[in-house]
C-alpha cells in the first residue's frame, strides 16, 4: 500500500511539474527570439551603427558616432514603457498568451526590417530615420514580452519554487544574447571586416525571422494559468474590468516604486558589461570585433547557468536576502572592473565580466517573483510591466551612453564606477522598503485585494 501510494505521489508529481516544464519552454522560446532581436541590435549600435548610420556627427571622432548610435539604442528603451502600458492593459483584460503572440510577430518584422535599411552613404537623414522608428517598433513590442512572459511562468509555478522556475525566462535574456554573439560572431569570423560592415551583418537581423516563426509554433498550444483564469471569472462575475495602470498607482504606489527602483543599479551594471564594454574594448584596448563577440558569447553562456542557480537561491534564502547578497558584490566588484579590462588579457577580461553578471544576476533573477508577488493578478501585468520597463528607461537605456560621455570629458573610468555606485544604493534603498514575499501564494494576494478594495 505504501509502494502504490507512492507511485501515486510520484505520479501527481510528474503531472504537476509537466504543465510548468511546457510553459516555461514556451515561455523561453519566445523570450529568446525577442532578446536575440534585441540584443543584436545593441551589439550592431556599436559595431556597424556608429559607422554606417552615424558618420558625420558632432566632431566627427568615432565616439561621437558612437554616442549617436547608443541614443538610437535608448529609443528602443523609452518605446518599452509604452508597450507594457499597452500590453500590460490588454493582457490582464484578455489574457497573457495572445498578447505574447502579438508582440512577438511585431518585434521580429521590426528586426528584419532593420537588416534592409540602406546606409546613410545611399540614402542621407532617411536611414537615421528609419533606423529609429523600426528600433520604436522593436522595444514597443519587447515592453510587452518580459510582463507575460514572467507573469505566465509565474503564475503556473508551485509558490515554494516561483524563483526557480521565473529565472528560466529572465535567464533567456541571455541565451538571446549568446545566440546574436554567436551569429554575429560567425559572420564577423567568416568575412573580411570590410564585408562584414557592408552587407554581412544584415544576415544576422534577416535570421531573426526563423527564430520568430520556432518561437511562435511552441508557444501557440500554451494555456492560461488557474489563478489568471479565476480572477477572470470574478470580474465577469463582479462585472469589474481589469484595474490597469491607474489602479496600479492609486493602490499599489510603494510596490510599484520599490518594484522600479530596485531594478536600476543591476540594470545599470549589466549595460556597462554588455553594451559599452563593447566600445571601451575596441577603442581603449584595440580588441577585433572577432575577440569581444566570443567575450560576450562566454560570458552570457556562464550567466545563464548561474542566473538558474540564483532564481533556486531566491526560493531558499528569500528574495531580498538574494538581492542583498548580489548588489554587496556588485559594490566589491565595480571599482575593479576596468582594472580587469585595462590588462587586455582575453581571461582576464572573460573573468572581470562573469564575475558582475554574476552578482548582477542574484539582483536579478528573483526578480521576476518578486513583481508576480506585489500585484494581484487583475494588474498583475500592468504593474509588473510598468516597474520593469520604467527602470529600464532610467537604468539600461541611457547607461552606456552616459558611460561614454563620462569617458569622453574626463578620460577615465573612475567616474563610470561611481556612477554605477550610485545607482545601486537607489536600489539597496528600495529594497529596503520591501517586505518579503519568498513562498507567497498568488491566491492570497487575490485575497488580500478583494477584502482591500471589494
Not at 46 to 51: D, P, Q, R
Not at 93 to 116: D, E, N
Not at 181 to 206: M, Q
Not at 346 to 374: D, H, K, N, P, R
Amino acid at each position: 500500500m505504501e509502494i502504490v501510494n507512492g507511485t501515486e505521489r510520484v505520479q501527481d508529481a510528474v503531472v504537476e511539474k509537466s504543465p510548468i516544464k511546457k510553459v516555461v519552454g514556451a515561455a523561453m522560446a519566445g523570450t529568446i527570439a525577442e532578446w536575440y532581436e534585441f540584443f543584436i541590435y545593441g551589439i550592431a549600435s556599436t559595431l556597424v551603427f556608429s559607422k554606417l548610420f552615424f558618420p558625420a556627427m558632432g566632431d566627427g571622432s568615432v565616439l561621437m558616432g558612437i554616442i549617436a548610435a547608443f541614443a538610437t539604442y535608448a529609443v528602443g528603451f523609452l518605446a518599452r514603457p509604452l508597450g507594457g502600458l499597452v500590453f500590460g492593459h490588454f493582457g490582464d483584460k484578455y489574457g497573457r498568451k495572445k498578447l505574447l503572440q502579438i508582440s512577438l510577430i511585431m518585434v521580429g518584422f521590426a528586426t528584419f526590417m532593420m537588416g534592409c535599411i540602406p546606409s546613410y552613404a545611399s540614402v542621407g537623414f532617411w536611414a537615421p530615420v528609419m533606423l529609429v522608428t523600426l528600433r520604436f517598433i522593436q522595444g514597443f513590442a519587447v515592453g510587452g514580452e518580459w510582463g507575460g512572459a514572467m507573469l505566465l511562468v509565474g503564475e503556473h509555478s508551485p509558490e515554494h519554487q516561483r524563483g526557480f522556475w521565473t529565472s528560466f525566462p529572465q535567464a533567456a535574456a541571455c541565451a538571446g544574447n549568446v545566440l546574436a554573439s554567436l551569429v554575429l560572431l560567425g559572420l564577423s569570423t567568416a568575412l573580411v571586416a570590410e564585408d562584414f560592415l557592408a552587407w554581412g551583418w544584415r544576415i544576422a537581423f534577416w535570421l531573426s525571422a526563423i527564430i520568430v516563426f520556432i518561437g511562435y509554433y511552441i508557444r501557440k498550444n500554451v494555456e492560461e494559468s488557474d489563478v489568471f483564469k479565476e480572477s477572470m471569472k470574478r470580474q465577469e462575475e463582479q462585472q469589474k474590468a481589469s484595474a490597469g495602470l491607474k489602479e496600479v498607482l492609486l493602490h499599489y504606489p510603494r510596490q510599484a516604486l520599490c518594484g522600479m527602483l530596485m531594478r536600476v543599479g543591476e540594470n545599470s551594471a549589466y549595460y556597462i558589461i554588455v553594451v559599452f564594454s563593447i566600445a571601451y574594448l575596441s577603442i581603449q584596448m584595440q580588441f577585433t570585433y572577432s575577440t569581444i563577440l566570443a567575450l560576450l558569447l562566454c560570458a552570457n553562456a556562464f550567466q545563464f547557468f548561474s542566473m538558474i542557480f540564483c532564481g533556486y537561491l531566491s526560493d531558499q534564502i528569500g528574495r531580498k536576502r538574494t538581492m542583498y547578497i548580489g548588489y554587496a558584490g556588485l559594490v566589491a566588484w565595480i571599482p575593479f572592473y576596468f582594472y580587469g579590462l585595462n590588462t587586455g588579457e582575453f581571461l582576464i577580461v572573460l573573468l572581470s565580466m562573469c564575475t558582475g553578471l554574476f552578482f548582477q544576476g542574484m539582483c536579478y533573477a528573483g526578480q521576476g517573483a518578486v513583481l508576480a508577488e506585489i500585484f494581484p493578478t487583475r494588474m498583475r501585468y500592468s504593474g509588473s510591466s510598468f516597474c520593469y520597463q520604467i527602470s529600464s528607461i532610467l537604468a539600461g537605456s541611457i547607461a552606456p551612453m552616459i558611460a561614454t560621455l563620462l569617458w569622453k570629458k574626463y578620460d577615465s573610468t573612475l567616474p563610470i564606477t561611481f556612477y554605477i555606485l550610485f545607482v545601486i544604493v537607489i536600489s539597496i534603498v528600495a529594497i529596503l522598503m520591501l517586505k518579503e514575499t519568498r513562498g507567497r501564494s498568488l491566491h492570497d494576494v487575490d485575497h488580500e485585494d478583494m477584502k482591500k478594495f471589494s
